[in-house]
């Protein structure tokens, strides 16, 4: 079974620094990766998805991720951070079992941004 | 195109009780998983249906049961309800055949008393 394991619980950073979040999942043949952002008080939305072809994936909101297979990591990543980005991402991978998709979330960062 | 939609937003019953959960997958999605997300965690897979058919199921117990009807939505119920049942309960849908994202909706606030 797939697992994911997501390095840092919560993460601050001032508004217009940089931010990376931490995800590494356990290794398979092939995998799909994702990553998820909710607001408080709200769903999931999809911030961008690897499936295949290039490494690097550009997302919505300014944000990207590199899939890098030999170290198992789906690193997420923001050259500049708002206020707005205030929230709890998720990095989730697919895991087939019968032909059924479900995905194996990790525990989340709180990414919090200080003025 | 309406995304997914849940009811009812917020719910709160008394243990030992009983709860239906109500879901409308995305237009044009056949496939509807549910997934429980308690405080501080990261969503877990509960079950997903197919045709009317439960398809993989979760680590969770029988007290969890679910259905899907023709227009592909979906119910989640829970028996017997206790303390540690309190959670977001988030829907999900997608196409059976696909690998790719599955759309949530806003999800179910259950406490249990």
């Known amino acids: 079974a797939q697992s994911v394991t997501q390095l840092d619980s919560q993460v601050p950073v001032f508004e217009e620094a940089p931010v990376e979040l931490r995800c590494n999942y356990s290794s398979s043949v092939s995998v799909y990766l994702f990553w998820y952002v909710q607001y408080p008080n709200q769903g999931l939305q999809l911030l961008l998805k690897y499936l295949s072809g290039s490494t690097l994936v550009k997302g919505i909101n300014g944000f990207e991720a590199e899939f890098n297979k030999s170290q198992t990591s789906f690193h997420l990543r923001k050259p500049s951070v708002h206020i707005s980005d205030t929230a709890e991402y998720f990095c989730a991978v697919s895991d087939f079992i019968q032909g059924a998709q479900k995905l194996v979330f990790g525990q989340g960062t709180r990414l919090t941004i200080n003025p | 195109d309406a995304g997914v939609t849940q009811s009812p937003t917020h719910l709160i019953k008394t243990r030992g009780q009983q709860v239906t959960l109500r879901c409308s997958p995305k237009?044009?999605?056949?496939?509807v998983s549910w997934y429980q997300q308690a405080l501080g965690q990261g969503p877990q897979f509960i079950f997903q249906?197919?045709?009317?058919?439960?398809?993989q199921r979760g680590n969770f117990p029988d007290r969890f049961s679910g259905h899907q009807f023709p227009n592909y939505s979906s119910e989640l119920n829970v028996n017997a309800l206790l303390l540690g049942d309190s959670a977001l309960y988030l829907c999900?849908?997608?196409?059976?055949?696909?690998?790719?994202?599955?759309?949530f909706g806003p999800g179910t606030r259950l406490t249990v008393t």
């Open positions: 249906y197919y045709e009317e058919e439960e398809r």
């Open positions: 237009s044009g999605h056949d496939t």
């Open positions: 999900a849908s997608s196409l059976v055949a696909s690998y790719e994202e599955q759309y």
